[in-house]
Nanobody, 118 residues
Framework: QVQVVESGGGLVQPGGSLRLSCAAS????????MTWYRQPPGKERELVAT????????TYGDSMKGRFTISRDNAKNTAYLQMNSLKPEDTAVYYC???????????WGQGTQVTVSS
């Protein structure tokens, strides 16, 4: 069966860094567009970043540009989100989505909590 599992969340001080990982199994990973979303407390889910199947196309939410970097390793079936210069407003549950390039079917992970606080 398909599994999407996020990891790497935790508590970090403002200005710090974290790297999230998203491992997908049960799919041909190289055919899936990978996207990170986040949902801050009391707010709607928002797009963080997305990366194309070959890793050569990326897009970011406006507030993440220049601070976050999405990447993928198709040999390891894993996508990553490097987050630098973290701010308290980055506090959220971060979700990973794997979306099939051709059918559009999407699979979601359970999320990982990121808390930015001193």
């Amino acid at each position: 069966q398909v599994q999407v599992v996020e990891s790497g969340g935790g508590l970090v001080q403002p200005g710090g860094s974290l790297r999230l990982s998203c491992a997908a199994s049960g799919v041909t990973f190289s055919l899936y567009v990978m996207t990170w979303y986040r949902q801050p407390p009391g707010k709607e889910r928002e797009l963080v970043a997305t990366i194309g199947t070959a890793g050569d196309s990326t897009t970011y939410g406006d507030s993440m540009k220049g601070r976050f970097t999405i990447s993928r390793d198709n040999a390891k079936n894993t996508a990553y989100l490097q987050m630098n210069s973290l701010k308290p407003e980055d506090t959220a549950v971060y979700y990973c989505s794997a979306r099939a390039r051709f059918s559009g079917r999407a699979y979601w992970g359970q999320g990982t909590q990121v808390t930015v606080s001193s």
